[in-house]
């Protein structure tokens, strides 16, 4: 049987609550030893890092822009966007992802512009589909992303199906938190992809809080990569704060899922032990549940500070590639957000439209309702 502890990587249990996971670096960013370090040229570690500190800048402007009243609500990554980044550039572009409404850098490695996913945030349209930079397809096609927990699940699942009856070089990839492995979506998903044998990843991000629910309330299973056992195929722990392991194991999971060894199932559960730094929205106030020492011991397990370290190390990064990177992200971010504002807002009646190809008469019904409303209480309806 050919699992992960079968790949040259290293298991430890440093901080995993002594249960061992996959690890490449150690929380100071150093090669552990026998470690197989995953097989980048130089320009895509450097991808690799540039596509996390993006997404670290890109994170905090956003929060900034909703705390200034110019973006509703927004789901912070911060913590969480080296496994963002680290599995999706793990894919091929046939593949296909199902993200929540936090995988915020899953779409940008996917291909998307900033501008795009700022409007989406906006409320525009948000980017899903494949992206294409003119040129052709530059990443897996994204589908919309979930806003209740789990929905997606079944949809990963059901994608995998599809392209294992089509016989396509393809996987789904879902990704969820560990709020979601106790929703009923999460059973089915799983046991659909165990049973029908999908070539199906599923990534789950264990932050460790489901909004306020601590992970220890969360289920009684000593680890969520163990719950893959009663759906008959494997299960990974793998430390989500270093990015080579996150890269490592889901690129393993996708080859396997392609190409399994004949006693083994295509899907993989795959529980990325991370840390979200910031709220759960920016509609929470996470000071109420937990305590500074907690963010402090996290962030001395910094993604970027890791990879960092290693790059500097290996002699793939110095400090003057290093203060560049730092200075094109900040301008593509603010030249960004400068871009998506610019846009003109959508039609209210936009809302009605690409809900169904042909639209049903309670449809028509409720765009005359909204369009009366507007006409009688003015643009200040939209604000309400």
């Known amino acids: 049987m050919s699992t992960i502890q079968d790949a040259d990587l290293v298991r430890t249990n440093d901080y995993a609550d002594d249960h061992p996971e996959v690890r490449v670096l150690d929380p100071s960013g150093n090669l552990l030893p026998g470690a197989r ?24 402007r956003a929060v900034s822009w909703q705390r200034q009243g110019r973006l509703a609500t927004y789901a912070p990554m911060s913590g ?8 999706t550039l793990a894919l091929a ?13 899953v779409r940008r490695l996917a291909g998307f512009s900033l501008p795009d996913i700022l409007r989406g945030l906006l409320g525009v349209e948000l980017p899903v589909g494949t ?12 589908a919309p992303e979930a806003i209740p927990i789990a929905t997606q699940l079944p949809h990963a699942t059901g994608a995998a199906m599809a392209a294992g009856y089509e016989g396509d070089e393809a996987v789904a990839v879902a990704h969820f938190g560990d709020g979601a492995t106790s929703e009923g979506d999460f059973h089915e998903a799983m046991n659909f992809a165990g049973v029908f ?3 199906a990843v599923f990534l789950c991000h264990n932050n460790q809080w489901a909004i306020s629910v601590p992970r220890r309330r969360q289920t009684a299973s000593a680890t969520l990569s163990q719950k893959a056992r009663a759906y008959g195929f494997e299960g990974v722990r793998v430390d989500g704060m270093d990015p080579l392991a996150v890269y490592s194991v889901v690129e393993y ?18 529980e990325s032990v991370e840390y979200r730094y910031g709220a759960h929205t920016t509609a929470d106030d996470p000071e109420v549940y937990r305590d500074e020492d907690e963010v402090t011991y996290w962030r001395d397990r910094d993604p970027i500070d890791r990879l960092e370290q290693y790059l500097l190390d290996t002699g793939r990064l110095d400090g003057e590639e290093i203060d560049a990177i730092e200075t094109r992200v900040a301008d593509r ?5 400068d871009a998506a504002e610019s846009q003109t807002p959508p039609e209210l009646d936009d809302m009605f439209d690409a809900v169904y190809e042909e639209k049903p008469p309670r449809v028509e019904r409720q765009r005359e309702q909204m369009r009366q409303l507007r006409t009688r209480h003015g ?3 939209l604000r309400e």
């Open 333 to 337: 971010v603010s030249e960004s957000i």
């Open 197 to 199: 044998d999908a070539p």
């Open 253 to 270: 999971a996708r080859e396997k899922a392609l190409d399994p060894d004949p006693e083994d199932l295509r899907p993989t559960l795959i």
């Open 93 to 105: 572009d046939d593949d296909w992802v199902f993200p929540t409404y936090r995988e915020h850098a």
């Open 379 to 381: 643009d200040a309806l």
């Open 80 to 87: 969480q966007e080296g496994a963002q980044v680290a599995s």
């Open 131 to 142: 992206a294409d930079d003119g040129t052709g397809q530059t990443g897996p096609t994204v």
């Open 37 to 60: 370090v995953p097989d980048l040229s130089d320009e895509e570690f450097r991808a690799l890092y540039e596509g996390i500190v993006e997404a670290r800048h890109f994170d905090e």
